[in-house]
């Protein structure tokens, strides 16, 4: 059995690796090529940001990062292709991400990439080359599980643990995917690896952007994409009672005290609820964000059998930063799933998504459609 699980010498196994020119997924190529598979890399350009994308280090994609995939890739020697995926990521991607803030939710558009154009049209292109698999720079561990089936875990270095963006991941991807980098303790062992193959990016910065808004403007994407985002409003208290005006409900989210610009206020306030079929932006203290149950839709569980009616003990993720929670969570009807917190969570929003997890082990997750408040009254705003 080779490294990557295959009954058969690394030379005779095939493995595309998505290469997106940082360091995590040309050290993922260079180390399987060293081991000596049959790899071939592949980059997506997924958007044209024109003149700013090669100034920008700190997105992907696009630009510099497909010109340091290609350097990578006749550095190692393997074949290389940059596929043009532009329209179906505007589709899928940008247009979910802009339609999402319409309905008044905070989205996650990196989960979105990997759920549609990654892991799903990316796969099949491996497929259609004859892959064994496809490998990429995530810190997440794929490990086989008691019945033989892959399981997907968190990454050995809980800083860089990139799970709660692939709780979409399903089984059949899953069975198909390898995570190389994800049993490292650290970024530093990662940036090592690249340098000991003589990569140039081993010291290339991390991308923190959304890469289709590389200047952090998002209400700016969206009003341009959705000129009627930008429409002003009331801001509102948890009765009702008009409390000042807004510039566009893209300008908020869940949580919010900054930038409400309202005085005079007992304690401060933060955006509890947004209403986009008003145009409401409705405020409260903060002990009006405290949030007892979490529904989600979509629901994606890795576990094989049907959520238990009963109840499944699990910990949950409910925004990527937080630390998971314990949570009991409940089937309610096809794809959808009620989470109940067994203490309050503040701030969460929907458009995030809540991730479940046993120990280690990702059982699944869903979409956040709506949650309900601790608070001693809900906004009650028409």
């Not at 006749?74 to 589709?91: A, G, H, N, Q, T």
């Not at 304690?267 to 964000?289: D, I, W």
């Amino acid at each position: 059995m080779n490294s990557l699980g295959f009954d058969k010498a690394p030379k005779d196994t095939r493995v595309v690796v998505a290469m997106s020119g940082g360091v995590d997924s040309s050290a993922v190529a260079a180390l399987l090529k060293s081991e000596g598979y049959d790899v071939v890399g592949i980059t997506l350009q997924l958007y044209d940001m024109g003149a700013n994308a090669p100034s920008r280090a700190k997105s992907c994609c696009a630009g510099r990062d497909i010109y340091d995939a290609r350097k990578v890739a006749e550095d190692i020697d393997i074949p290389y292709y940059v596929l043009d995926y532009e329209s179906r990521f505007r589709e899928e991607v940008i247009d979910d991400f802009a339609d999402s803030y319409m309905r008044g939710e905070t989205p996650i558009p990196c989960v979105k990439c990997n759920q549609t154009v990654k892991f799903r049209d990316l796969l099949e292109t491996a497929h259609d080359l004859g892959a064994d698999c496809m490998a990429t720079g995530h810190y997440v561990q794929r490990k086989l599980g008691a019945n033989g089936h892959a399981e997907l875990h968190r990454a050995a270095d809980p800083n860089r643990d990139q799970s709660y963006f692939l709780f979409t991941t399903t089984q059949e991807q899953l069975d198909f995917l390898r995570f190389p980098l994800g049993h490292l303790m650290s970024k530093a062992e990662t940036r090592a690896l690249a340098a000991k193959f003589g990569l140039e990016v081993a010291d290339k910065p991390d991308s923190q952007d959304i890469c289709f808004v590389p200047d952090g403007k998002y209400a700016r994407l969206v009003e341009k994409l959705r000129p009627e985002a930008g429409e002003p409003g009331q801001i509102v208290d948890l009765d009702g009672n008009l409390l000042g005006d807004h510039r566009g409900l893209i300008h908020y989210t869940i949580g919010q005290r900054r930038g409400l610009n309202i005085g005079g206020t007992a304690e401060p306030l933060y955006v509890v609820k947004l209403l986009p079929e008003t145009r409401q932006v409705v405020v409260g203290p903060k002990s009006a964000l405290a949030i007892q149950m979490v529904y989600v839709k979509e629901l994606n569980w890795l576990d094989g059998d049907a959520i238990d009616p009963n109840g499944v003990e699990v910990e949950v993720k409910l925004r990527s930063a937080m630390a998971p929670a314990p949570a009991t969570i409940y089937p309610e009807g096809p794809g959808a799933a009620r989470i109940e917190l067994h203490d309050p969570q503040f701030g969460i929003a929907p458009g995030q998504a809540g991730v479940f997890y046993v120990g280690d082990r990702v059982m699944g997750g869903g979409w956040i459609t709506r949650q309900e408040l601790l608070a001693a009254h809900a906004p009650t705003a028409a």
